[in-house]
């Protein structure tokens, strides 16, 4: 499908507000892309269809999961809102015709991370925080400077503030959103 005719499906599958967000993040990561030399028409459909899962009900998250063996752990059960990302990695690929497994995997990893991610990872999880409609999260503006010169320590910070968000909420904390602190906190210069 060609970048316009995503625009206009996905209109008609998210909020108003979610929408917006998306257009902010399709435009934040092909800014990150020329940033960091990559490719950003890709990082755009990538960024275009991150959430491209959220709307949908919970039990359709989980029937789309289970439907393609794609493995739900006891901490999505219990946040299914966790889901929306593996599900819209199966969304993506039926339903917009995504074939590149690379915008696949960024969309499947791109609300817990994952240690080691490859730029496009990296690039999508940090426009997904950044984009310029995000107003909620803390040190936003040091973390939307970093994001342009240091894509390593500029997801350090972005787990750093993450982890310590939902240390103070109910639910629990899965265990890739660990494990990728873990990884990207020598990164971190912010907080060491
Ligand atoms: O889908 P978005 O709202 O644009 O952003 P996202 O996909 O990064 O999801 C953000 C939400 O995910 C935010 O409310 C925090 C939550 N989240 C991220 N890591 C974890 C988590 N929630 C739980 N319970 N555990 C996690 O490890
Ligand atoms: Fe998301
Ligand atoms: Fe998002």
């Known amino acids: 499908m060609e970048i ?12 108003k507000a979610r929408y917006e967000h998306t257009m902010g993040v399709m435009y934040t990561a092909g ?3 020329m940033a960091h030399g990559y490719d950003y028409q890709k990082a755009m459909v990538a960024g275009l269809l991150h959430d491209c899962g959220k709307c949908l009900p919970t039990s359709e ?4 999961c289970e439907k ?45 991370g994952e240690p080691n991610m490859n730029m496009l990872d990296k690039i999508i999880y940090v426009a ?11 040190r936003l503006d040091v973390i939307r400077q970093i994001a342009f ?11 750093y503030d ?20 873990e990884f990207y906190r020598p990164y971190g210069k912010e907080h060491s």
């Open 4 to 15: 316009n005719e995503i625009r206009k499906k996905l209109k008609k599958e998210l909020d």
């Open 31 to 33: 800014s990150l892309a």
């Open 61 to 64: 998250k989980i029937s789309l």
């Open 68 to 112: 393609h063996h794609i493995l739900i752990t006891p901490v999505e059960r219990e946040n299914p809102g966790l889901l929306h990302a593996k599900a819209g990695m199966v969304l993506a690929e039926e339903n917009y015709g995504v074939t590149d497994p690379e915008i696949l995997h960024a969309i499947k990893v791109h609300t817990t």
């Open 128 to 138: 997904d925080y950044i984009e310029p409609l995000r107003c909620e999260a803390p």
């Open 149 to 159: 010169s240091d894509l390593n320590q500029c997801v350090a910070e972005i787990l």
């Open 162 to 181: 993450t982890l310590h968000y939902l240390s103070g909420r109910k639910g629990s904390i899965d265990p890739s959103t660990q494990l990728t602190y």
